[in-house]
């Protein structure tokens, strides 16, 4: 088991674009599982590359029980909309409401290579839709409007000096009572 350091807001990587994987090899999957510890390490219910710092386009998820990784992920249809609080393990303790689609079709290769359409509706669409947007260099205070997104980064101001250099240490963190689920 290996937990990766999560960049958090500020780390340029967050807001990269990512590279598609050409094939689904012993090295992405390496990347895959190490990305699966890292998220139950950070207590997340998903993860995207670009928040352990690299570029290929692979996310992590686990809703509900519904556990998936998926490597190229694009939404191919999408329906609904729905207001819900969201949170980011690269932006800790800052959350704000998000309208996303209340369900959606998404197609991509799993661990194995192979292509699969998945539907997910409320949380996991919702966490479908946050980790797209990470591989796409999106967060999700992006849609927050001028003044709660100034209040969330006003928030980030005053916690970012417990980040240095961007990186989030989750083996090292002290389980606190400070609330991390819904951090995606
Ligand atoms: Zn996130």
């Not at 997340?44 to 992920?73: C, K, S």
């Not at 849609?143 to 997104?149: A, C, D, G, I, Q």
């Amino acid at each position: 088991m290996k937990i990766l350091d999560i960049r958090v807001l500020g780390d340029p990587v967050l807001r990269k674009e990512t590279t598609p994987v050409e094939q689904v090899t012993d090295e992405i999957r390496t990347l895959i599982a190490e990305m699966f510890d890292t998220m139950y390490a950070a207590e997340g219910i998903g993860l995207a590359a670009p928040q352990v710092g690299r570029t290929e386009r692979v996310a992590v998820m686990d809703v509900e029980g519904q556990r998936f990784a998926l490597v190229n992920p694009e939404i191919t249809a999408r329906e609904g909309s729905s207001r819900g609080e969201e949170g980011c393990l690269s932006i800790p303790e800052v959350f704000g409401d998000v309208t996303r689609s209340s369900r959606v079709m998404v197609r991509a290769l799993n661990e194995k290579g192979e292509e699969v359409e998945l539907e997910g509706t409320d949380l996991l669409a919702r966490c479908m839709q946050h980790e797209i947007d990470h591989l796409d260099g999106k967060l999700f205070i992006d849609y927050l409007s001028m003044l709660k997104r100034r209040s969330a980064l006003s928030k980030w101001e005053k916690i970012k000096d417990d980040y240095p250099n961007f990186i989030r240490k989750v083996a090292q963190e002290k389980k606190g009572p400070h609330h991390s689920e819904g951090e995606l």
